[in-house]
């Protein structure tokens, strides 16, 4: 499934869906629903992932893999709607039958587990968001390699689980191999590079050290397109440790 697909092209989605219950509409259904979380058209996303869910539920299994990545985009979306406690409880059942059906070396359990562990991040409980990256990121070093991009995303998670609790220097040479492997294998325009750029700027203005944040986050919004919804985010910052500097804001 992509994200980069036309609305356009599922317009018949829900009005087939009345008369004819086919796993490929659902499918369908579900490509539609992750377009409209990107474009932030969340009640929308969220109806049709119900629906595909309730479809799955019907005429085939509810645990089918389809059927949880839908639970698993439903969760996405709880999560920004603040429906925390929701968002929690279909992740832990799509991380428990991962585990049984899967296997607990599974990409795919890999997975939620990171997407668990954002969760508990964005609740606050960074122990249990850290424990889950922990093990997230010792099972993809073992099946996917020190290099792969998804890897390199847990080490990001992980560092700002470390961050968030106050532990610059273990974070520290996690964000710097992970913004380094994803410049390599990303690109430095990457969203994912991005972030965990971001979160490397965030590290050492924990550790008082201004001048070298300040010319990371020239890099961050050079490499930021304007268009973006976090341009203003980065510029913020960059204007922010311009005053910790005693120089000018960002124009």
Known sequence: MTA????GRFLWTQELFQTRFDVHTFIDMINLAVVYEGLDRIDEAE???LEALEGYRRVQDENHPNALTARQTLA???????????????????????????GN??????STMTVLGNLYMAMKRYGDAEALYVEALEGQR?????????????????AHAYLSQGHPEKAEPLII???ETMSRSLGKSHPSTLVTLHNLILMHMK???YEKADA??????????KDSRYYGEYKELKSLISEKLGGNECP
């Open 105 to 110: 070396d599974h990409p795919k359990t890999f």
């Open 47 to 49: 109806s049709l992932l």
């Open 207 to 209: 550790l008082d050290r």
């Open 142 to 158: 073992r099946i996917l390699g020190e290099t792969h991009h998804l890897t390199s995303a847990t080490l990001g998670h992980l």
């Open 76 to 102: 996405s979306l709880y999560q920004k709607k603040d429906r925390h406690e929701e968002a929690e409880s279909l992740l832990l059942d799509v991380l428990e039958i991962n585990r049984k059906t899967m």
């Open 4 to 7: 980069s697909l036309s609305p």
């Open 177 to 179: 191999q992970s913004y």
């Open 216 to 225: 990371l986050a020239e890099e961050l919004l050079n490499n930021t397109p």
